[in-house]
């Protein structure tokens, strides 16, 4: 049964991925075609992974959107929206920096909120400006925020929070498990391929296009043209780890003989 809490809690275990990357990053959370790192796309990932997709409020979209004023429009005309101070775990909230009249227009944001209490809300996004909760302080990637938000006040640039109970069933049935995933049975044929250590590597090379494109083709959380040291590091070591080898974060003949493996999903 998937609950608000459960959205929040998967929304948090992302903290700091691609931290200070920039904006606009690629990334495999949009589940679409436009590879871009929006703060939306990641929002429609946490209630998709969890079997609970947002309702389509764009074209071309099964469920969720890109566009933040879509979804402020789709929430308005359902009634959908409640005080930033009545906020819910899993609840999304959607911000007007530059304080337009409705329809709110492209310099807007939303995060999901992980809570509120004495005057202030929380909450987690992507593709966001550096936290004011912890370490992660680069622009881009996903970040922890606070948010004032008095009782009975607000806050001017918090547009509308949108009550997410509205728009899905919490407590449903989880989705189906995923089928086992065939166990992998590893190439031979590696000895051109150079080591790819992360922390050396060109993240420009041809090699490290490859390696990243076929690490997200097993399901690994990296888009080909990923230039941080750090996600291609632990992507490295999760396939390691998939493929119970020795991690050492590094990929040599062995892993590449998984990291080529079929098959892939």
Request: hydrophobic letters at 35%; proline letters at 9%.
């Amino acid at each position: 049964m998937t609950t608000r809490q459960d959205i929040a809690s998967l929304a948090l275990s992302r903290n700091g991925e691609q931290d200070g990357g920039g904006y606009g990053q690629p990334t495999v959370y949009n589940g679409h075609t436009n590879g871009v790192y929006d703060c939306l796309l990641f929002c429609c990932w946490a209630y998709r992974q969890l079997g609970v997709p947002l309702p389509s409020v764009q074209g071309g979209y099964p469920d969720g959107g890109a566009y933040v004023p879509y979804m402020d429009a789709y929430a308005v005309q359902h009634g959908a929206t409640r005080p930033s101070w009545e906020a819910q775990p899993g609840d999304l909230v959607l911000f007007n920096w530059l304080g337009d009249s409705l329809p709110i227009g492209s310099q807007s944001h939303v995060e999901i909120v992980t809570g509120w209490t004495g005057g202030v809300m929380y909450s987690v996004g992507a593709d966001s400006g550096p936290s004011n909760i912890d370490g992660f302080k680069g622009d881009g990637g996903i970040h922890r925020h606070w948010w004032p938000a008095p009782a009975g006040q607000g806050n001017p640039q918090i547009q509308h929070v949108v009550d997410t109970s509205k728009l899905v069933t919490f407590g449903a049935p989880p989705a189906p498990a995923p089928a086992p995933r065939p166990k992998l049975v590893p190439v031979r044929t590696t000895a051109d391929l150079p080591d790819v250590d992360p922390a050396t590597v060109d993240m420009a090379s041809p090699v490290v296009r490859l390696l990243q494109f076929r690490l997200g083709q097993h399901g690994g959380w990296i888009a080909p043209t990923n230039t941080d040291r750090g996600v291609l590091h632990n992507v490295i070591g999760w396939m390691q780890d998939t493929a119970g080898i020795a991690k050492d974060y590094d990929c040599g003949p062995t892993t590449w003989g998984y990291v080529l493996a079929n098959p892939v999903r």
